[in-house]
T-cell receptor, first 113, second 113 residues
């Protein structure tokens, strides 16, 4: 296991289209986090899972965003009806329960044109 | 006012210089302090982690926390061109888990050969 894996690395989509990103966490980690990072800003928390349960969602996560982790392993983040303001780097991180650190993937860079 | 303030830079230094990166914060409940390094178009990578006040050293890197001043620092000795990246501070009271971590905006560092 080489760490947190995210796919695709880049996604260019037209405004109004739906996109889906995938995150594969470190295998023994039961917690998985999604963040959004825009240019010149730090990562902003979107949502997190403990196993398959989505335990918290940020106010940043509008109704157009949905995340799943159906079997407590990989997770998907879907954005419906994309807007130009959704253009950002979407980061996934994972940690074990009780850990004070999380490990990030390389991110998926979304560009909405 | 943001909970965590970090000068975005950019900061340019000659190779071999000592680099000082800083963050201030307003939430006195923060007790876990982290520094991440983020190369361009990559995910953040955890560099250092400290709890409460004091110093922690790891090779060329030293992290300092002054809770009385709500001020944290990362020092890089003998800076190398490979240290050129954006450095993010992050902190948490950890009462609710890693999802409560607040990131700074990052300081972009360039080490010139």
């Amino acid at each position: 296991d080489t760490g947190v894996s995210q796919n695709p690395r880049h996604k260019i989509t037209k405004r109004g289209q739906n996109v889906t990103f995938r995150c594969d966490p470190i295998s023994e980690h039961n917690r998985l986090y999604w963040y959004r990072q825009t240019l010149g800003q730090g990562p902003e928390f979107l949502t997190y899972f403990q196993n398959e349960a989505q335990l918290e969602k940020s106010r940043l996560l509008s109704d157009r965003f949905s995340a799943e982790r159906p079997k407590g392993s990989f997770s998907t983040l879907e954005i419906q009806r994309t807007e130009q303001g959704d253009s950002a780097m979407y980061l996934c991180a994972s940690s074990s329960q009780g850990a004070t650190e999380a490990f990030f993937g390389q991110g998926t860079r979304l560009t909405v044109v | 006012q943001k909970e965590v303030e970090q000068d975005p830079g950019p900061l340019s230094v000659p190779e071999g210089a000592i680099v000082s990166l800083n963050c201030t914060y307003s939430n006195s409940a923060f007790q876990y302090f982290m520094w991440y390094r983020q190369y361009s178009r990559k995910g953040p990578e955890l560099l250092m982690y400290t709890y409460s006040s004091g110093n922690k050293e790891d090779g060329r890197f030293t992290a300092q926390v002054d809770k009385s001043s709500k001020y944290i620092s990362l020092f890089i000795r003998d800076s190398q061109p490979s240290d050129s990246a954006t450095y993010l501070c992050a902190m948490s009271d950890y009462s609710g888990g890693y999802q409560k971590v607040t990131f700074g905006t990052g300081t972009k560092l360039q080490v010139i050969p």
